[in-house]
């Protein structure tokens, strides 16, 4: 071996390791001085440690310590605890909540079904209170249109229809736009005085 002993091969030889690679490294340390020396130095060093006395930590220094600790929590570690946490502790209450638990599913699963059964009267009744939706958005739009801009501009926006709607949101938009840059400007103006 042409160099000395690295750390951890020392600390083979202090294990008392046995095998094909501690034969060189145990050759080389009856050879080399220095690597001798190291090695006994580190003898002395663990029947120092193992000398020493055993200290315990006192009460609550676990404690102490793990309250400067920042502990990352796993997101779904997080929710499985929150899940825990809802649980009632008592056998009744727990009784008493998986049962409305499983009348809600059962109410729910009863309620699918017959919904699915009845899948065209479901997408009527849908269709038609979208059509009201739309309606009174619309009327809500065409009042909001006349009360600004008077009744001829509110004619014009029912006639157009979701034309008018997009060009009422564009205005709405450039407005706030020219709002904005106007009093960045304004700041901008006041800050350099």
Known sequence: MNRHLLPDEIDQLLDGEVGFETAPLKAHVRGCDRCRTEL?????????LEHLPHYRPSLGFSDRVMSR???????????????????????????????????AGLVLTVASVWVLTRLDAVLFVGEMLWDRLRDGSMGALTAFVGALLGDGAAEAFRASGAVGVGILAGGVVATALVGLGTVRAITARSRAR
């Open 40 to 48: 006994e130095r580190a003898r002395e060093f663990v029947r120092d």
């Open 69 to 103: 600790v920042q502990v990352f929590v796993p997101w779904h570690v997080a929710l499985a605890d929150w899940a825990r946490a809802l649980v009632p502790r008592s056998r009744g209450l727990r009784i008493a909540v998986g049962t409305g638990l499983a009348a």
